[in-house]
C-alpha cells in the first residue's frame, strides 16, 4: 500500500486523467485538463502526459475502467512517474484500486486544490481553513488511504473495546474537525470585530476567476504593493485597503479567486473569507478576456456570486488584458479600421449585455484606467448619496 504523502514534492513528474461523461464535449474536458495542469505547475508539478477516457458514467472501482487503467499502466512503466492527478473527486475506495494497479501516488483535483491552498496560506485564519478542509476532504475517503493515521495526543485508552483501527481513525478525524471549527468561529468572531469597526465606508470588492489580473488591479488602483504572480490561487487572504478618489473615500478589497469543480468543503471553510464579498458594496468581477474560454469563467463566478446570495449588488464588469487579447487576435496584416471595427462590436455586446456597467482595461499596460476610477467614483458616490446623504464631502 502506498504512504499518503503531505504535499506534492517539486518537480514531481504527474500525468493527468480526464473523463469525457455524458454530455461533455471533448473540447471541453481538455480545457478542464488545460488548468489541471496550471495547477500542477502550480503545485510544483512538471505534466508529461495526458490520458481522456470517454465514459457514460465513471467506473465504481477505477473511475475510467480497466482497459485505460492498463493504458496507463503500461506508458508510467520504467518512466520514472511519482504522481497520477485525476480531474475529478475519487472515492477512497477509487483511489486505493488505482495505486494497487499502477503502484503510483494518486490524487484528484480537490486535493491537489486543497495542496496548492496549503502552501498559500500565511494567516491563522487561512492555515485554519484550509486544515479544516483537508480533514473534510480526508473523512470519506479513510478507508485505504494510508497504513495509519497519525494519533496526535493519542495513546493508551484511545481505543474503545472492539473498535476498529479504521474507527478509531474517523473518530480522531471527526474530533480534530470540531476542533477546527470551534477555532475558526473564535478567528471569524475576530474578523467580524475588524469590518465592523471599518465605519461607514462603501466597500468595494475584487471578484473573479483565479488568474485574471485581480491582484495587479489592486496594486493599480491602491497604489499599495500586493503580491501577485501568474499562478492559481496567488491570493488566499483577503487584502482590504484605504481608497481615495477626489476626496471620496471607499475600503478596496481582493478577495480569493474562483474555480471550476472548487471543492465543496473547501467553499464550506472559507465562507468566512467570502464574508467580504458578502458584506461588500460595490462588486468589481475582473475577466481575463484573452482567455478562450473567459465565458465560461464568467459563468463560474456568476453562479458562485448567487451560492453566496449576493449577485443582486452593483457590479462593474472589467474585461482584463485587452493588450493579450488583441496580440491573439489581430495579426499584423490586419488593418486598423477592421480592428476598431471588431473592438467596437465587441465592447456594443457586452454593454448591451452588462446594462452599460463595464469598461475594458489592461491592467499590466495601465490601459483606460482612468475611465475604470471614473466608474468605480460614480457608482461609490451613489450609495453615499443613497445611504449617507449627510456625508456631502464625499459627494462632489
Known amino acids: 500500500m502506498i504512504e499518503r504523502k503531505q504535499a506534492i514534492q517539486q518537480e514531481e513528474r504527474a500525468v493527468l486523467v ?73 472515492t477512497g475506495a477509487q483511489i486505493m484500486n488505482i495505486e494497487k494497479e499502477l503502484g503510483i501516488y494518486t490524487i484528484d483535483r480537490s486535493d491537489l486544490i486543497l495542496d496548492i491552498f496549503a502552501r498559500r496560506a500565511k494567516t491563522a485564519q487561512a492555515k485554519t481553513q484550509v486544515e479544516l478542509a483537508q480533514y473534510q476532504y480526508i473523512l470519506p475517503r479513510l478507508k485505504g488511504m494510508w497504513k495509519h493515521l497519525e494519533r496526535q495526543g493519542g495513546g493508551v485508552g484511545t481505543r474503545g473495546p472492539g473498535e476498529t483501527e479504521i474507527e478509531t481513525d474517523r473518530r480522531i478525524v471527526k474530533d480534530k474537525i470540531a476542533l477546527l471549527r470551534k477555532r475558526l468561529a473564535e478567528i471569524d468572531k475576530q474578523a467580524f470585530t475588524q469590518r465592523k469597526d471599518r465605519g461607514e465606508f462603501i466597500r468595494v470588492a475584487l471578484v473573479g476567476y483565479t488568474n485574471v489580473g485581480k491582484s495587479t488591479l489592486m496594486n493599480i488602483i491602491s497604489k499599495r504593493d500586493v503580491f501577485a504572480e501568474n499562478k492559481l490561487f496567488a491570493t488566499l487572504d ?148 443613497i445611504r449617507y446623504p449627510y456625508k456631502t464631502e464625499y459627494l462632489y
Request: hydrophobic share 35%; proline share 2%; with cysteine.
Open 18 to 90: 480526464g473523463l469525457i461523461q455524458k454530455g461533455q464535449t471533448e473540447l471541453q474536458v481538455q480545457e478542464y485538463i488545460d488548468e489541471l495542469a496550471f495547477l500542477a505547475e502550480t503545485a510544483g508539478a512538471k505534466t508529461v502526459k495526458r490520458f481522456l477516457q470517454k465514459l457514460t458514467h465513471p467506473d465504481s472501482k477505477t473511475f475510467i475502467g480497466k482497459g485505460k487503467l492498463q493504458e496507463i499502466k503500461e506508458y508510467v512503466h520504467d518512466r520514472d512517474i511519482s504522481l497520477i492527478i485525476f480531474d475529478d473527486e475519487l
Open 238 to 385: 483577503t487584502t482590504t485597503s484605504k481608497v481615495v478618489f477626489e476626496n471620496t473615500p471607499f475600503l478596496l478589497s481582493d478577495t480569493v479567486g474562483f474555480i471550476r469543480k472548487l471543492p465543496h468543503h473547501l467553499v464550506e471553510s472559507f465562507k468566512s473569507t467570502l464574508d467580504e464579498v458578502r458584506e461588500s458594496d460595490v462588486l468589481l468581477h475582473v475577466v481575463d478576456i484573452s482567455h478562450q474560454q473567459y465565458e465560461d469563467q464568467m459563468n463560474v463566478v456568476n453562479k458562485t456570486l448567487q451560492e453566496l446570495k449576493c449577485y443582486d449588488k452593483p457590479v462593474i464588469t472589467i474585461f482584463n488584458k485587452m493588450d493579450l487579447y488583441e496580440k491573439l487576435h489581430f495579426d499584423e496584416w490586419l488593418e486598423d479600421e477592421v480592428k476598431t471595427t471588431i473592438l467596437q462590436e465587441l465592447k456594443e455586446r457586452w454593454e448591451n449585455e452588462t446594462g452599460g456597467n463595464c469598461v475594458f482595461i489592461s491592467a499590466t499596460e495601465k490601459a483606460n484606467i482612468p475611465e475604470l476610477r471614473e466608474r468605480i467614483l460614480e457608482s461609490v458616490r451613489n450609495l453615499y448619496r
